[in-house]
């Protein structure tokens, strides 16, 4: 149980364009996910929190504007980038809590996007 | 805030030889702490988690975690390695109690298991 999944795993894109990441938990509800992005060898940074129904809450630094993300429903969390740049080049994840009480401090975490802006 | 600290960016070891991974934090509130593993080009999997209870963790794999709240030390051991526990490992905390807070990261460390 608690499988994330992201679609698609890898794209390129050409810079000026937008790409659509897709985050879905599987088999489990989850009205909270979060979107992280992984530089080479680095750690995670959360780029935004997002909530089913309503606005998303992003992190210092992070451009809304550049990194659209709808929560639509509580299997799918959609991230978009706008106009990438090679500068987004980057790998991204995305991770779910579980609403069920025995799981309730876990997330759980998507296969990941290795996005590539040429 | 919560803060991570994972000091060794990397840790060679050979097969079968045990492997201590560590892991500090800094918060002036309770602390959930996570490891978690990540092989290449993949996600993150957690190996294991600390919310309460018994200090000492087992997790996946044979892994097992120690929470010291004095040293505020979560490090992550194993026995003997194996080939495949080559990844990047990560130790994460988030802040304890009721409601669900975000995961701070450390900056990782790569496991390197030779033969």
């Known amino acids: 149980g608690a499988v994330v999944s992201q679609h698609p795993s890898w794209v390129i894109c050409k810079s000026g364009t937008s790409v659509k990441i897709e985050c879905r938990s599987l088999d489990f509800q989850a009205t909270t996910m979060f979107w992280y992005r992984q530089f080479p060898k680095q750690s995670l940074m959360l780029m935004a929190t997002?909530?089913?129904?309503?606005?998303?809450?992003?992190e210092q630094g992070v451009e809304k504007d550049k990194f659209l993300i709808n929560h639509a429903s509580l299997t799918l969390s959609t991230l978009t980038v706008t106009s990438a740049h090679p500068e987004d080049s980057s790998f991204y994840i995305c991770?779910?809590?579980?609403?069920?009480?025995?799981?309730?401090?876990?997330?759980?975490f998507g296969p990941g996007t290795r996005l590539t802006v040429t | 805030a919560q803060s991570v600290t994972q000091l060794d960016s990397q840790v060679p070891v050979f097969e079968e030889a045990p492997v201590e991974l560590r892991c500090n934090y800094s918060?002036?509130?309770?602390?959930?702490l996570f490891w978690y593993v990540q092989y290449p080009n993949q996600g993150l999997q957690l190996l294991l988690k600390?919310?309460?209870?018994?200090?000492l963790v087992k997790g996946i794999n044979g892994f097992e975690a120690e929470f010291n709240k004095s040293q505020t030390s979560f490090h992550l051991r194993k026995p003997s390695v194996h080939i495949s526990d080559t990844a990047e490992y990560f130790c994460?905390?988030?802040?304890?109690?009721?409601?669900?807070?975000?995961?701070?990261f450390g900056t990782g460390t790569r496991l390197l298991v030779s033969p």
């Open positions: 918060s002036s509130v309770s602390v959930y």
């Open positions: 997002s909530n089913e129904g309503s606005k998303a809450t992003y």
């Open positions: 600390y919310l309460s209870g018994s200090t």
């Open positions: 991770s779910a809590r579980d609403l069920a009480g025995g799981r309730r401090n876990e997330q759980y």
């Open positions: 994460a905390v988030s802040e304890g109690g009721v409601g669900f807070q975000k995961l701070v």
